[in-house]
């Protein structure tokens, strides 16, 4: 069980182009879902906790503008890189928990490269 | 502040030998913890937790200690074998929403 989708795994676009990926939770209602990113041999760096039917708190340095997050359903977490630059370029990975302090299960990972 | 560190960014082991991967962290406010194994190209693997009202957690082939008085964690992997060469993360609850701080990562590998 408490297995997280995401989509798509693998995107290449121009710059200037908006990028969405989808996390969906298959298994399981998924009260808080988190937006990841990581650089290669780099750890995961937080960018955003989104929460069903509000709005989601970022952290800091990351821009709201620029990375939309929709959490609509407690099964979908959309996350919208807009207008898109090549050092946005990255593998960005969200995950999903039942509850807040619960272990949180991840997707395989979007990587995305902006040309 | 908030963080959690590891101590060695790469172990290398033998088939069949024990592993063990250290972790430190520095907010005595947290409370639980999680081991991740991630593979290339994919997202974190859950191993194993522990909370902070315990010191030892069993698993398959895993162990995880917690030593809450010097804030270190370790993850301890049986019988190592070539499937478990993968980048092993630590992480801690540290925010109020149940955010994860992660670790560096230590990355494992196996020789045959």
């Known amino acids: 069980g408490a297995v997280v989708s995401q989509h798509p795994s693998w995107v290449i676009c121009k710059s200037g182009t908006s990028v969405k990926i989808e996390c969906r939770s298959l298994?399981?209602?998924?009260?808080?879902m988190f937006w990841y990113r990581q650089f290669p041999k780099q750890s995961l760096m937080l960018m955003a906790t989104?929460?069903?039917?509000?709005?989601?708190?970022?952290e800091q340095g990351v821009e709201k503008d620029k990375f939309l997050i929709n959490h609509a359903s407690l099964t979908l977490s959309t996350l919208t890189v807009t207008s898109a630059h090549p050092e946005d370029s990255s593998f960005y990975i969200c995950?999903?928990?039942?509850?807040?302090?619960?272990?949180?299960?991840f997707g395989d990972g979007t990587r995305l490269s902006i040309l | 502040g908030e963080s959690v560190g590891l101590h060695l960014p790469t172990l290398s082991v033998q088939e069949g030998d024990n592993s063990i991967i250290n972790c430190a962290y520095s907010n005595s406010a947290s409370d639980y913890f999680i081991w991740y194994k991630q593979e290339s190209g994919k997202g974190p693997q859950f191993i194993i937790d522990i909370r902070s009202n315990m010191d030892k957690r069993q698993g398959q082939r895993v162990t995880v200690l917690l030593n809450k008085t010097v804030k270190h964690l370790s993850l301890q992997i049986a019988a190592t074998q070539p499937g478990d060469s993968a980048v092993y993360f630590c992480?801690?609850?540290?925010?109020?929403?149940?955010?994860?701080?992660f670790g560096k990562g230590t990355k494992l590998s196996v020789k045959p």
């Open positions: 992480a801690g609850h540290g925010g109020s929403q149940g955010n994860l701080i």
């Open positions: 995950s999903a928990s039942k509850r807040v302090r619960q272990p949180q299960h």
């Open positions: 298994d399981f209602q998924a009260t808080t």
């Open positions: 989104s929460n069903e039917g509000s709005k989601a708190t970022y």
